[in-house]
């Protein structure tokens, strides 16, 4: 059972349903199970589908696709989502394809300690993203004071509010019905993606 509450099968889906399936499809040509938690109420998929794409895999987006997944990763850490750890951390190995690094800088968030593997500017946004996390109704003009003086612009601070808001979304949805990553294809990037630009 890959959650607690019942998915509707990809081939067993019609109307609706079907549609959001085809629209929710991976790369892989698979519908991973955090799209098939919403099959009961299909119109919630439409707004997930949209946001998450935003959120992670728009052109439009400045910060490096491979940083918007460690950001991914820390919100998941925060939250104990084992579901999102998987699949994104698996997203920054594929992008970045240097492992030693990869679990370089999942050991730093795990270990709340971002300046281990990242400069001031990366790191703080880091410690934004984890505070916006478990201390939401703390969060004071201070803390984005902080991030412009490490060098961040409006736009990236808004790009890492979104990933860690999204996440924030998607972690009590699959923590919330337990939804696992049986069956899946982990990541959404192939083992063939490009290799990220050194940053």
């Not at 281990?116 to 004071?145: C, N, Q, S």
């Not at 049986?182 to 083992?191: A, K, N, Q």
């Amino acid at each position: 059972m890959s959650a607690w509450i019942r998915m509707v099968p990809v081939d067993e889906a019609s109307g609706t349903l079907a549609e959001m399936y085809d629209k929710a499809t991976t790369p892989h040509g698979t519908v991973d199970n955090v799209m098939r938690a919403h099959s009961l109420r299909p119109h919630t998929m439409a707004g997930h589908v949209a946001l998450y794409r935003s959120v992670l895999h728009n052109p439009d987006n400045v910060l490096p696709f491979w940083f918007l997944e460690v950001v991914a990763c820390c919100t998941s850490i925060a939250n104990r989502c084992e579901y999102s750890l998987t699949h994104h951390f698996m997203n920054v190995r594929r992008l970045l394809k240097d492992d030693p690094r990869a679990f370089a800088i999942r050991a730093a968030l795990e270990a709340e300690r971002p300046e281990d593997a990242f400069g001031p500017k990366e790191a703080a946004l880091l410690r934004y993203t984890r505070k916006l996390t478990l201390a939401v109704g703390a969060m004071v003009r201070e803390d984005v004071d902080a991030l412009r003086a490490a060098g961040c612009d409006d736009g990236e601070i808004l790009e890492v509010n979104q990933v860690c808001a999204y996440f924030n979304y998607s972690n009590r949805l699959l923590n919330g019905l337990g939804v696992t990553t049986e069956g899946d294809v982990l990541g959404y990037y192939s083992p063939d993606e490009p290799a990220a630009p050194a940053a």
